[in-house]
């Protein structure tokens, strides 16, 4: 069975191209962000690790840890991170989790239990690794977002999910479609009218089941 919305995630220790990490223990008190790709040196996983270290100043904003996960070995990490350096502009000060053995991989069922890579592995042998985990500081699963490898990821929405999870989780609201900071939110079913009032003060009640409020501050 997979991972799903809500569950704890597993704590692993792994090696990285920055040390040797246990999962939960380097989360903290912090959000976090694991996002996995198939191998090192390949062309779309480049531009993402890429767009993820262009973000550093925004994951530091919100109060999140980025970490990567690839199926290579950390001198592998080391060196294609001088790549990701370079088509980037930028640092990638963010470590990659040697997962070369799978078992990071497995643990969060991205790949089968029994399942080995073959000699000299081409990405289309672990092509499931490709998913994107936001955590929480409780160490709950918030969201995970898979693609396959001919597209390259949308580092701007994974950042406006971050931003509806954070906003969700410390004021009690949800987001509507398409939400952007700054915009109405949505009152919760479960809160009624009269508790609602004295939340968020005025609110607007487009269907009985669909109230808009400002934003808390």
């Known amino acids: 069975m997979g991972l799903r919305i809500n569950d704890?995630?597993?704590n692993f220790t792994a090696e990285t191209d920055q040390g040797s990490i246990t999962f939960h223990d380097w989360i903290g008190d912090n959000?976090?962000?694991?996002?996995?790709?198939?191998?090192?040196?390949?062309?779309?996983?480049?531009?993402?690790?890429?767009a993820v270290a262009q973000l550093a100043d925004e994951w530091e904003k919100r109060g999140t840890k980025v970490l990567g996960i690839s199926?290579?070995?950390?001198?592998?990490?080391?060196?294609?991170?001088?790549?990701?350096?370079?088509?980037?502009?930028?640092k990638a000060g963010f470590p990659i989790i040697a997962d070369n053995g799978l078992a990071v991989s497995k643990a969060f069922d991205m790949l089968p239990a029994e399942y080995y890579l073959p000699?000299?592995?081409?990405?289309?042998?672990?092509?499931?690794?490709r998913v994107v985990y936001i955590i929480g500081p409780d160490k709950q699963l918030k969201l995970s977002m898979t693609y396959p490898m001919n597209v390259g990821r949308n580092f701007a929405e994974v950042l406006r999910a971050l931003d509806g999870l954070q906003t969700a989780a410390k004021h009690g609201v949800a987001t509507p479609a398409n939400w952007q900071v700054g915009q109405d939110v949505?009152?919760?079913?479960?809160?009624?009218?009269?508790?609602?009032?004295?939340?968020?003060?005025?609110f607007e009640t487009v269907l009985p089941y669909l109230r808009k409020t400002k934003a808390p501050a």
């Open 8 to 10: 704890t995630v597993p």
């Open 186 to 202: 949505i009152i919760p079913t479960a809160v009624n009218d009269e508790a609602a009032k004295e939340k968020f003060g005025e």
């Open 31 to 50: 959000w976090a962000i694991l996002f996995s790709h198939p191998k090192d040196f390949t062309p779309v996983c480049t531009t993402e690790f890429g």
């Open 119 to 129: 000699d000299n592995p081409t990405p289309n042998d672990s092509a499931t690794v």
């Open 71 to 90: 199926v290579d070995g950390v001198e592998d990490h080391k060196g294609w991170k001088k790549d990701i350096e370079l088509v980037a502009g930028t």
